[in-house]
């Protein structure tokens, strides 16, 4: 993990001005638009006769405290079976549980002082197709009065895996880290692998990515500018293979193994992320947080 690195003397986190807690949020919220744009546009060339499929946006609110955001969801198109894609920004005090959770990650201060703001993009895709991946995509700024720190990334989980598919969203985040560090790509890239692990079936969920938490060097700006090119990677890593794939023919046999597979992102989605965890434990609307499980999964 990260260290996060406060400033000596007054925390830099006091010296944050709204300016940049207002453009990290218009910036997540402009990508959210972006990518819903896209999307529908992708749907629209999708195969079949069916009307193509469009977004059901729904505003939500947190149960305590303050703030909220938009739940945009579609089901049944052409392309996606179904897919999410959720801004938020939020802000309070935390509960005891999600406290107790931020201490031990050592956030520093937040024994005595639990008052948060949260700024993001959470995206999962669940396909038409057997044979076009499904992909989950994150990003967001956190704040509290010890600290802030960027997270996120992007990880492809394919049902039936096509090496190709694979190296070319890897290759698209790699990019992305390429321009910001060194070792950006390497060690988030191993950071996604364990992440994305589900142990109690001994194997990971899907074909990595990258995955970063706790990122504060120390320098807002360049740390923005990473997450918001990890953002931008997003589109043309994904959208090149759900097109090349969502007419591909596909069997029953395809189809079951779909359902199995999407039965593994859910066994890791309610039992070990993060994110999903955080939400409930703040009161957002559960619809929202849960909306990243499929519509659809099978076990044996």
Same mark, same amino acid.
């Given at each position: 993990?990260?260290?996060?690195?406060?400033?000596?003397?007054?925390?830099?986190?006091?010296?944050?001005?709204?300016?940049?807690?207002?453009?990290?949020?218009?910036?997540?919220?402009?990508?959210?638009?972006?990518?819903?744009?896209?999307?529908?546009?992708?749907?629209?060339?999708?195969?079949? $006769?069916?009307?193509?499929?469009?977004?059901e946006v729904t505003p939500t609110s947190r149960d305590?405290?303050?703030?909220?955001?938009?739940?945009s969801v579609m089901r049944g198109g052409r392309v996606?079976?179904?897919?999410?894609?959720?801004?938020?920004?939020?802000?309070?005090?935390?509960?005891?549980? !999600?406290?107790?959770? &931020?201490?031990?990650?050592?956030?520093?201060?937040?024994?005595?002082?639990?008052?948060?703001?949260?700024?993001?993009?959470?995206?999962?895709?669940? &396909?038409?197709?057997?044979? $076009? =991946?499904?992909?989950?995509?994150?990003?967001? &700024?956190?704040?509290? =009065?010890? !600290?802030?720190?960027?997270?996120?990334?992007? #990880?492809?989980? =394919?049902?039936?895996? *096509?090496?190709?598919?694979?190296?070319?969203?890897?290759?698209?985040?790699? $990019?992305?880290?390429?321009?910001?560090?060194? #070792?950006?790509?390497?060690?988030?890239?191993?950071?996604?692998?364990?992440?994305?692990?589900?142990?109690?079936?001994?194997?990971?969920?899907?074909?990595?990515?990258?995955?970063?938490?706790?990122?504060?060097?120390?320098?807002?700006?360049?740390?923005?500018?990473?997450t918001r090119a990890v953002g931008e990677a997003f589109?043309?890593?994904?959208?090149?293979?759900?097109?090349?794939? &969502?007419?591909? =023919?596909?069997?029953?046999?395809?189809?079951?193994?779909?359902?199995?597979?999407?039965?593994? *992102?859910?066994?890791?989605?309610?039992? *070990? #992320?993060?994110?999903?965890?955080?939400?409930?434990?703040?009161?957002?609307?559960?619809?929202?947080?849960?909306?990243?499980?499929?519509?659809?999964?099978?076990?044996?």
């Open positions: 993990m990260l260290a996060l690195r406060v400033q000596a003397g007054k925390s830099s986190l006091e010296n944050l001005v709204e300016h940049e807690r207002r453009t990290a949020a218009a910036w997540f919220r402009d990508l959210r638009d972006r990518i819903v744009t896209a999307f529908e546009a992708l749907e629209d060339r999708g195969p079949g $006769a069916a009307p193509a499929g469009r977004f305590r405290d303050g703030g909220g955001g938009l739940m996606f079976e179904k897919v999410g894609v959720n801004w938020s920004e939020v802000h309070g005090t935390l509960a005891p549980r !999600a406290q107790a959770a &931020m201490a031990s990650r050592g956030v520093p201060g937040i024994d005595t002082d639990p008052r948060f703001w949260a700024s993001g993009i959470s995206l999962v895709a669940h &396909m038409q197709n057997p044979h $076009a =991946p499904a992909v989950h995509m994150n990003t967001r &700024m956190f704040w509290t =009065p010890g !600290a802030w720190w960027f997270g996120g990334g992007a #990880d492809l989980n =394919p049902c039936i895996e *096509y090496p190709d598919d694979t190296a070319h969203f890897h290759d698209r985040l790699r $990019a992305a880290c390429d321009r910001h560090g060194a #070792d950006y790509y390497d060690r988030f890239k191993a950071w996604a692998d364990e992440y994305f692990f589900i142990p109690h079936r001994g194997r990971a969920r899907g074909v990595g990515g990258i995955f970063f938490d706790d990122l504060n060097t120390g320098d807002w700006q360049a740390d923005f500018d990473f589109l043309p890593a994904f959208l090149p293979l759900a097109q090349a794939r &969502m007419g591909q =023919p596909w069997s029953d046999a395809d189809r079951d193994a779909q359902l199995v597979h999407r039965g593994l *992102y859910a066994e890791y989605n309610l039992v *070990y #992320d993060r994110g999903t965890k955080f939400g409930l434990e703040t009161g957002h609307n559960a619809d929202a947080v849960l909306m990243s499980l499929p519509p659809l999964a099978k076990w044996i």
